[in-house]
């Protein structure tokens, strides 16, 4: 099983909205997340918008490919896309670049 995790900035001024979606996330966006192998995904959020995001799935490149095959991940990139800084056009499961694991106690 492969751990991923990343970061990602948060505006500001879209903190409280960005919780509220993550506290109802679509159903249809859970179940996709679900079937292309996203598991034990966590989102943490800092008050200054850092955000930090763990996974374990099987392929992350894998994973990434199913989700951007779905019409609900498009759907959902886009309204999701105005609360980040700094995405320089990318959508923000594109920016999401895995850190490199340095040490892990099983």
Avoid: I
């Amino acid at each position: 099983m492969q751990r991923v995790c990343f970061l990602l900035k948060v505006r500001a001024d879209r903190l409280d909205e960005y919780r509220e979606r993550h506290a109802a996330v679509w159903p249809e966006m859970l179940d996709a997340l679900s079937a292309t192998g996203w598991h034990n995904y966590s989102l943490f959020l800092r008050e200054d918008g850092l955000l930090v995001g763990y996974l374990e799935t099987e392929d992350f490149a894998a994973a990434q490919a199913g989700m951007e095959a779905t019409e609900v991940n498009a759907r959902w990139q886009r309204e999701m896309a105005p609360f980040f800084e700094s995405l320089d056009g990318a959508r923000p499961d594109e920016a999401m670049k895995p850190l490199t694991e340095v040490f892990h106690l099983a």
